[in-house]
């Protein structure tokens, strides 16, 4: 890339080449195409700014500041992960965006091939999969995930196969002298009629300076597969996060995306599922709490492409301090696709007068014979369900954060990995609630 | 117990109650009927604190306390309960949940040990069985999708539950048929003590039939215009409303007089 490109970057993120990385699989004509690619249209669209209409209200001026690099080591942070989860899951760790066999599990169960992207980008059994799930809209950074397409994890469940534990993909950002950026890129590939859950957490370990979690994880959805894909986005509290998940889903599919955002000072995550086979459903289900002056911006899109399918969309929204949160939620009803069933929900709870929400549900619809549904509330707390507690005898502060854990814990409610449900509802109970109410719900 | 007097209070600015007085005895059963628009449910809701129902003169002594300085939930503390004429939808909390957040706050306010967990559950079953109601109703959330029978019986499950020494039902009866009004009403009289006093707010005669009142009130335009024993509601069943404007006009000219 010329020095002009590195300067109107102002070296905020730098692609491979101008980073002096070496990428695996670079010689492959079909990989190099991918990434060139990506780096051009990278160039092409620059950064967003806030004259970008899908960017107005996200200012990422403050990421722009920061000189962000690319960190190679991935240390032993067992010890870190066993004090946070203890359920049984097949875990596999990326650390700083690289696959760290020390930190993973190396129990993969039958019916299941779990390996490093790094290691898959050898041959050419991704060509034609890697990319194919990114839509012509898409943002900059995800162009510059695709460009780097340096480490992550490929996992392919094989058709049939029903896994009796979720795998669970962590990642780890660990401490660095400086701010770093990684750009992990995961694959998930649903044979047909296999059935799993997978679960996405991003944390920090010791990472006390500010780092980018550029992370996109495409899904592909064969023939009668169902998969409910947990993102647990618990990012550093100075932490930037930008989030794709890209799912396709062929005939009679079933994919639930759940999407809890607590962590990060700056976050975005663009989630899109596109319904490419009848007979199929699409669920997103998100929950976003917001605190000091954290901006988290949901970017969301349910495309139906043919007849018969179903998606359900149900986007809660908590925010208290200066926090801000954007909701976009499209809908796209292509004109082929009769007998849609489509319905989006995003409400909005602020607890504080300083907090803001902006929600714009966008429907596009080219069918007749559907039914699409949306609403969206922005709102305080009922004063009406809080006399109600009152009038039992419950104190209005404890009412109040009741009836906040009660809103939290309609999304939550949704996760059906039932451990995974309880450990969200331990911790947001132990945000929310009062010791005195606590025990209530044990 | 309750003693009001010359109580006046506004909503939105309207004024509601116009000088009502009323004194409720321990163990007593009053029962306050009147046409839609003369009061009954604001009465209700002064006496249980709910925001925007403005008091703007008058007294409430309850058991020696002036109960308009105390929050909703001291006042619950001391032993009132407002079975609600609309109970409030909650989806995200269980009835089960709110129940013992209800019970422990209650006690902790009166200053006694939280009630142990498994004799919650012991009481709070008891209690759902007598009012006839599903265990699964105590998982789900509160109200969230009740019928408006299922409704009121939760109601009476809560009073139930918190065992209040002055309970107001707010036309507990409404929308409810003759099965569910039989239930409700028998959880009512199972409440019946001589240390408990209640206030039935009611448009109808016919949950008198169930629930035997000491006294009958008849409220009109913010004021008790009328009280009597159980026979005027019968005789305010067979006569309607309309005989009520009579009282209200020969209340006034007393007053002139």
Redesign the interface.
Known sequence: MTAAFKQTMTNALLLPQEANITLPGAGQAWLDKLRSTAAEQFIKSGLPTVRDEEWRYTDIRKLKRQQFSVQFNSPDVRAALNDLIDYDVTRIVLVNGLFSPTNSTDKVPAGVSIQSLAITLADDSLQGLLGSTLPSDRHAFIDLNTAYCFDGVVIKIADKAVLEKPIEIVHVTTGADNATVSHARNLIVAGKLSEAHIIERSISVGADNAYLNNTVTEVIAHDGAKLEHYKVQDDAEHAFHIGGVFINQSRDTSVINHNIAIGGSLVRNDIYSNLLGTGSHGGMNGLVLGKDSQHVHNHTEVAHRVPHCTSDEFYKTVLDDKSRAIFRGRIIVAQDAQQTDAEQRNDNLLLSSDAEADSKPQLEIYADDVICSHGATIGQL????L??????????E??RR??T??????VV?RISFEPLRDELTQRFLGELLPD??QE??A | MLEIKDLYAEVDGKPILKGLNMTVNPGEIHAIMGPNGSGKSTLSNVLAGRPGYEVTSGSVIYQGKDLLELEPEERAGEGIFLAFQYPVEIPGVSNMAMLKAAVNSIRKYRDEKEMPVGEFLKTIKEKAAFVEMDPEFLKRSVNDGFSGGEKKRNEILQMSMLQPTLALLDETDSGLDIDALKVVSKGVNALRSPDRSMVLITHYQRLLDYIVPDFVHVLSNGQIVKTGDKDLALKLEAEGYAWVDELESQAKEQGAA
């Open positions: 009922d004063p009406k369900s006399f109600y507690f009152q009038s039992r005898g419950i104190k209005k404890d009412a009741l009836l854990f009660a809103f939290v814990n309609e409610d005195s109410i209530v719900f």
